[in-house]
């Protein structure tokens, strides 16, 4: 079960930050990791991020995009900065258990980015 929050409308240029809380503690995790989907596209990876800290990222959000987890938090963000229309898109949380076949999905939340 994970828990999705920060998605919104904001103007080009501008800036969100997603939240990702899951009910069992990140460590539990080989990483954590942000995707979406755009109407009519399918769901695609935005950033990653591994329980050793290394993130990986889409190349159409690196420089723009930041993923990190707080463990005594126990919260994963996805700061996203410079926003681009073509950021719109329902964003959904990712864990991939350590200990499990499958992965867990947040419900998405939903960012429009206008121009």
């Known amino acids: 079960h994970l828990v999705e929050s920060g998605g919104g409308m904001v103007q080009a240029g501008g800036s969100l930050r997603l939240s990702c809380t899951p009910s069992?503690?990140?460590?539990?995790?080989?990483?954590m990791g942000w995707y979406r989907q755009a109407p009519g596209k399918q769901r695609e990876l935005v950033a990653v991020?591994?329980?050793?800290?290394?993130?990986n990222y889409a190349d159409s959000v690196k420089g723009r995009f930041t993923i990190s987890a707080d463990n005594a938090k126990n919260t994963v963000y996805l700061q996203m900065n410079n926003l681009k229309p073509e950021d719109t898109a329902v964003y959904y949380c990712?864990?991939?258990?350590?200990?499990?076949?499958?992965?867990?999905w947040g419900q998405g939340t939903r960012v429009i980015v206008s121009s």
């Open positions: 991020i591994t329980r050793g800290g290394v993130s």
């Open positions: 990712n864990a991939d258990w350590i200990d499990r076949i499958f992965s867990s």
């Open positions: 069992e503690v990140i460590s539990k995790t080989n990483s």
